[in-house]
């Protein structure tokens, strides 16, 4: 029990810490202060964008935001004198010594609901959004591990994982037992051989009558979808690899692979070869000197993380771990945007 309540309790303190600090650089932003952090401009990252769920286990919703909260996010950065700009775009305008700053918007994993919902919001306001498809995903030939915790935890109360010592039961009786549940069980996967925990979590969740690639199917846009969404002018995509694992831990060979058949999945899909990619996760799991390498010696043109950041020129000389700054479905408020996109949240953290 203990455990469980220190499981619960850290993330609850960062949340507040997180609240504090944006309202405490929301009120220096409104005051003028710190107007040099803004840089050039800021890339904003999204998941899913779909209306609120009452659900009371929810362990994924900082991945989500609801439509009405984007169209939030593109008013209060019109009102804070910001244009709108296409990824590509990124180069030319950083490139400019002076000018409005500029926002773009990227979307990862190819949401079924990004065409649902965000897609009407961008278009309404003329909006470019550029979408990081996995084609594992795009074909639902892999699963996503952190839905499948998602759908097997709501379902059961109970389960078993070998953790490495043999089966363990894990209680997962109500919300908070449940979350606790899935952090133990992401930690883990993010501290081990990512491929077999995954493959696990598969296999548990098959055996209670959960189908991991059936969710991908319902939750991912497949190839004809994403044709048809990029007849719609403000749409570009991205890469994202083929099974969106930590590609720190992988081969050189491994690496390059997941890499090339992404962009070689789209250049298919849409007659357009990708010149951006997203590293999976976009932290230390993915983003490696190794890694970096690679991308230059591929020739991939701009790379995104999700190291918080906004934009200045200096990234130019090696646009290989560019910033991004997401947008939390735990901090839905504009006064957080206008925060987040002066900078200073980051210039204090250093």
């Known amino acids: 029990m203990l455990s469980q309540l220190k499981s619960l309790a850290r993330p609850a303190v960062k ?101 649902e919902y965000a897609a009407p919001v961008f278009t309404r306001h003329n909006v470019p959004f550029h979408i990081f498809i996995a084609k594992g995903f795009a074909e639902a030939t892999h699963s996503m591990w952190w839905e499948t915790l998602d759908a097997l935890l709501k379902r059961h109360e109970n389960l078993e994982y070998d953790f490495g010592s043999g089966n363990e039961k894990i209680a997962a009786h109500g919300p ?13 996967i993010n501290r081990s051989e990512e491929t077999i925990a995954v493959a696990k979590i598969d296999t548990v969740a098959r055996s209670m009558g959960v189908d991991p690639l059936a969710i991908t199917r319902e939750l991912t846009m497949r190839g004809d979808e994403l044709q048809a969404l990029a007849t719609n002018p403000l749409v570009s995509y991205g890469a994202h690899t083929i099974s969106h694992r930590g590609l720190s831990r992988l ?25 951006s990619f997203a590293y999976p996760y976009g932290d230390a799991r993915s983003v490696s000197t190794g890694v970096r390498s690679i991308l230059r010696a591929l020739g991939v043109g701009l790379s995104f993380t999700t190291t918080p950041g906004v934009l200045v020129s200096s990234i130019l000389a090696d646009p290989t771990a560019i910033p991004r700054i997401s947008l939390n479905g735990q901090y839905q408020k504009a006064r957080y945007v206008r925060a987040l996109a002066s900078g200073l949240p980051f210039k204090i953290m250093g």
């Open 251 to 275: 081969t050189p060979e491994e690496t390059r692979r997941e890499i090339e058949q992404s962009a070689d999945y789209l250049e298919t899909l849409t007659g357009r070869r990708p010149a």
């Open 176 to 188: 908070a037992q449940k979350l606790a549940a899935f952090n133990r069980l992401a930690g883990f």
């Open 15 to 115: 949340r507040a810490i997180i609240s504090t600090g944006l309202e405490a650089t929301s009120a220096l932003s409104a005051l003028g202060f710190g107007k040099g952090a803004r840089g050039r401009g800021a890339i904003f990252t999204l998941h899913h964008v779909r209306p609120r769920s009452d659900d009371a286990f929810q362990p994924n919703d900082i991945l989500e935001i609801t439509p009405e909260f984007l169209e939030t996010t593109i008013l209060t950065l019109k009102a804070e004198g910001y244009e709108f700009a296409r990824l590509d775009d990124i180069p030319a305008r950083l490139a400019e010594p002076a000018g409005p700053p500029f926002a773009c918007f990227t979307l990862d994993d190819g949401f079924r609901n990004n065409a």
